[in-house]
């Protein structure tokens, strides 16, 4: 089966200022491995842009898809999940489900129009801060290039779904 | 309805208004300050709803930086503190004690991490700053949306199971039966006493390894709190800390104590194999006794090797021996497990160093054997021919290797830890060496000599006077095993002496000694059964080195010994003592606290679907038939949150990330977001 292609549009959104626009990529980190790996990143001082901004939770296999999609739904530009190398879960096979489930919402999302560089799933062992910090850098220079996304005007534009509801979850405080 | 439910609005407090926070902005003294404008986060933040104060403090970890903290709750009476500092890894279980003293419930506590993942991996001032402000922020809204939790406590049982049965694995079951402790002992090979029945003496006091291990032995064996199996594979664990059940295959002997002539039925065998114990340079008979004086003090069958001729029956008398024995199983109940799986030493490739391609290379576990009065040759090294003895011994093969250098292994790394105990026993071999043969010429090349523990120097010290040559060579360069050109000897060693400068320096061998390096003992289907953390050296990992060292991040099972990194028998003796005593430190305790991050069902909410039986990686959800919901185990439930996920109906929650907490750090983190959003825009600081 071929890959889906992303649609086409237009990344810039009206009366945006890009030479101030800033990415802001949301990174999912489990506990005991890849938290602990964005650790030995710091402790190794390597460095990596500040736009990646990590939500700790104990495991990748806690990482709703929906909180993928509410991120986007909610203006982030990229998001990254990481979890522990397979056969290193802390618990058990916790990652294993991440493993399902992070392809598949991948390629739901370049079907709703998203670039699939904007959405990144690795494995980062505790001890690879190194690798941390290669793919957050990498993450931000490809979201970066994407520009801003922009993902609830682009879906008010289209008329899709609650296009008109710009606040998925309420209004924030 | 619980406090857990989502159906009201996530950003506001779960109980109505009357939130209080408190946020403390660590300097780490400068290690946060000198990047991240700290007073500019806890201004910001002071301003977010609910937030009662902010402040910043030069070490926050400090005795007054946790005073701060407690007289803040008590002053302000908050009901939610923030702190950011360093790694929650580091210091959120202090930081808890502290808030836990002020009389706060320590999960009404939050910890951002602005060092490691915020000052430390940037060097732009602004962005930090604008960074550990989005993180803090959001934080203090995911506070507002938490709950008091309660830890679980669970009961523990007051036996223990070990899992090996060398030195690390009876020391262990020695001292916790000591504290009363009933102790079930599981070795997988026949007999007891593991790799350190393979030596000869041991440094650096010169004893006998056997009679030290004997008396090792005698002292489990004999305690009747002490159940030992040997022939042991564990097929399955299941249960939690204070609770484990562990299933155990038990394979036949072959041999029970009835069998009255032991000798007599092992000199009747005809069928002969190569002898693991002497690695591979004796042969033994298909029932055999591993070495003198072994535990249990009956000869076992290897089945591979048998052929049933029922020769050993009637010579051993006509019992005892049992030729179509099965194996069973046994489940042992257990509060605690110790593993003391153990190392293996390291394999050399095959023509590293010349290794299988020259039948005079061998290893330094091989020549231990070789030198042995009750070893395959009874303590002679192999014809040394005319004149003196040359020896080559070639330091850390198969350790502290680099990469591009060295192969790789199977898994496709180079070890490049040091196996410690090499240097020693090396030189103590060689010391040796030189008892026996005292015209013997003996060369070392070496990279560094480790003799780092107590006594071990002298062993330097007297090889260096016995004229042992010591040839330091270039860890990248390596030196070379070649058969001799000039034909003076077997072999000759190639090698650049480092301390003249590289000279390049042949060295004729009669035997090429690899002091080889130690590698885990391979057991993957155990760290798969526990989830055991293991490091890159492919050793099972502590949870942490200084604080928690001999505890696997899996609550109540413990390390003992070498399955957690090189250690000679000294230090071997003393991490199974110290992993026995935090193991009966536990039993003693009568019961173990779990964090109380552990998923729960709104019946409410629940459909019944069953989804999340088929997520949890625990088995710790079943469906209660009756009331067609599904019901959480809350003692085997491990907190991974997997079936929060994967509930279609948000049914199922996890403590401490719920939907309501993690959506609602997702909304601060993203505030401000979307088109054309510039973080430079919000705030003017740089």
Redesign the interface.
Same mark, same amino acid.
């Given at each position: 089966m071929p890959e889906p292609k992303a649609e086409k549009i237009e990344p810039v959104a009206a009366g945006a200022s890009l030479e101030k626009w800033e990415p802001r990529i949301i990174a999912f980190l489990c506990y005991w491995c890849s938290y602990a790996g964005a650790d030995a990143a710091g402790t190794l001082r390597l460095k990596y842009p500040h736009n990646v901004l990590i939500v700790r939770v104990m495991c990748s296999g806690r990482v709703d898809p929906e909180l993928i999609s509410g991120a986007f739904a909610q203006g982030a530009d990229g998001v990254l999940v990481c979890g522990c190398q397979i056969g290193c879960c802390h618990y058990i096979s916790g990652n294993h489900k991440t493993m399902a489930r992070m392809p598949l919402l991948g390629r739901l999302l370049v079907e709703m129009g998203l670039e699939p560089g904007r959405f990144r799933h690795e494995w980062v062992s505790a001890s690879e801060g190194e690798k941390f910090a290669r793919i957050t850098n990498e993450i931000t220079e490809e979201v970066r290039r994407l520009g801003p996304l922009n993902w609830p005007g682009r879906l008010h534009a289209r008329g899709v779904g609650h296009g008109e509801d710009l606040e998925p979850w309420g209004t924030p405080q | 309805m619980s406090p857990l439910n989502t159906g009201g609005?996530?950003? +506001?407090p779960p109980g109505g208004d009357g939130i209080r926070t408190g946020v403390f902005v660590c300097c780490c003294g400068g290690n946060i300050s000198d990047i991240v404008d700290v007073e500019y986060v806890a201004r910001e933040v002071g301003r977010r709803?609910g937030v009662a104060c902010a402040l910043v403090h030069t070490f926050i970890c400090s005795d007054p930086g946790q005073a701060l903290i407690e007289q803040k709750i008590a002053e302000l009476k908050l009901n939610r503190v923030v702190l950011a500092a360093c790694?929650? /890894?580091l210091h959120q279980l202090t930081f808890r004690r502290a808030v836990s003293r002020a009389g706060l419930n320590p999960f009404l506590f939050e910890h951002v991490?602005v060092?490691?993942?915020?000052s430390?991996? /940037?060097?732009?001032l602004h !962005? @930090?700053t604008?960074?550990a402000t989005?993180?803090v922020a $959001?934080a203090v809204?995911r506070t507002?949306n938490l709950v008091p939790l309660e830890k679980r406590r669970i009961p523990i049982r007051p036996s223990a199971l070990v899992i090996g049965g060398g030195v690390a694995g009876l020391v262990a079951a020695r001292d916790l039966a000591r504290r009363g402790t009933k102790v079930t002992l599981v070795e997988s090979r026949p007999f007891l006493g593991g790799r350190m029945a393979q030596l000869h003496t041991l440094f650096p006091t010169g004893e006998e390894a056997r009679e030290v291990l004997r008396r090792l032995m005698q002292a489990v064996v004999r305690d009747p709190l002490v159940t030992t199996f040997t022939n042991a594979t564990i097929l399955e664990s299941r249960g939690v800390v204070g609770s484990f059940r562990t299933r155990i295959r038990i394979a036949p002997r072959g041999v029970n104590k009835q069998l009255n002539f032991a000798g007599s039925a092992i000199a009747a065998c005809p069928e002969e194999t190569v002898s693991e114990f002497d690695y591979g340079l004796g042969r033994r008979k298909a029932i055999y006794f591993a070495y003198p004086g072994c535990w249990p003090p009956m000869p076992a069958i290897d089945w591979n090797a048998c052929t049933r001729c029922g020769r050993c029956v009637s010579a051993g008398g006509g019992k005892g021996i049992e030729l179509d024995g099965k194996p069973y199983e046994i489940e042992v109940p257990s509060g605690v497990i110790v593993l003391a799986t153990g190392f293996d030493p390291y394999e050399p490739l095959h023509g590293e160093y010349g290794y299988r391609i020259f039948p005079k290379v061998v290893t330094l576990q091989q020549l231990v054997r070789l030198l042995d009065p009750e070893g395959p040759t009874a303590g002679r090294l192999p014809g040394s021919g005319n004149g003196p003895l040359r020896v080559g011994f070639i330091h850390c093969v198969g350790a502290r290797q680099w990469e591009g250098v060295h192969q790789q292994q199977a898994d496709g790394k180079v070890n490049d830890y040091c196996a410690r105990t090499c240097c020693t026993a090396a030189l103590h071999a060689a010391l040796r060496i030189r008892e026996l043969y005292p015209d013997a010429r003996i060369a070392s090349f070496y990279q560094d000599i480790r003799t780092y523990g107590r006594g071990h120097e002298a062993y330097y010290e007297r090889a260096s006077e016995a004229g042992v040559l010591f040839i330091r060579y270039d860890a990248k360069k390596p030196p070379r095993v070649r058969l001799d050109p000039r034909g003076e000897a077997p072999l000759v060693v190639q090698a650049g002496d480092l301390l003249t400068g590289g000279r390049p320096l042949e060295v004729p061998c009669d035997l090429v000694v690899l002091a080889t390096g130690v590698v885990p003992h391979n057991v993957s289907e155990l760290v798969?059964m526990y989830?055991c953390? *293991? !490091?890159?050296d492919r050793f099972l990992l502590e949870v942490h080195p200084k604080l928690r060292p001999v505890e696997l991040?899996v609550a109540g099972v413990f390390l003992a010994g070498t399955c957690q990194g090189p250690m000679n028998v000294t230090e071997t003796a003393a991490a199974a003592s110290a992993a026995a005593s935090k193991a009966a430190a536990m039993i003693t305790q009568g019961h173990v606290e779990m964090d109380p991050?552990i998923a729960k069902v709104d019946d409410d909410l629940c459909t019944g679907c069953r989804t999340c039986l088929a997520?949890c990686?625990?088995d710790a959800i079943s469906r209660d038939p009756a009331r067609k919901r599904t019901i959480v185990n809350e003692a085997l439930c491990?907190?991974? !949150? /997997?079936c @929060? $996920? $994967?509930c279609p109906s948000d049914a199922i929650q996890?403590f401490?990330?719920t939907?309501a907490q993690?959506?609602?750090?997702? $909304? *601060?983190?993203?505030? +401000? @977001? +979307?088109? +054309?959003?510039?973080?430079?825009?919000e705030a003017g600081n740089a």
């Open positions: - | 609005p996530v950003n +506001g709803p790694s929650p /890894t991490n060092r490691e993942q915020v430390w991996v /940037t060097e732009d !962005g @930090a604008q960074k989005r993180l $959001a809204a507002r798969d989830r953390a *293991v !490091g890159s991040a991050i997520v990686p625990y491990a907190g991974c !949150g /997997t @929060a $996920a $994967a996890q401490g990330f939907d993690v959506r609602s750090e997702l $909304a *601060v983190l993203l505030e +401000g @977001a +979307g088109a +054309g959003a510039a973080v430079g825009s």
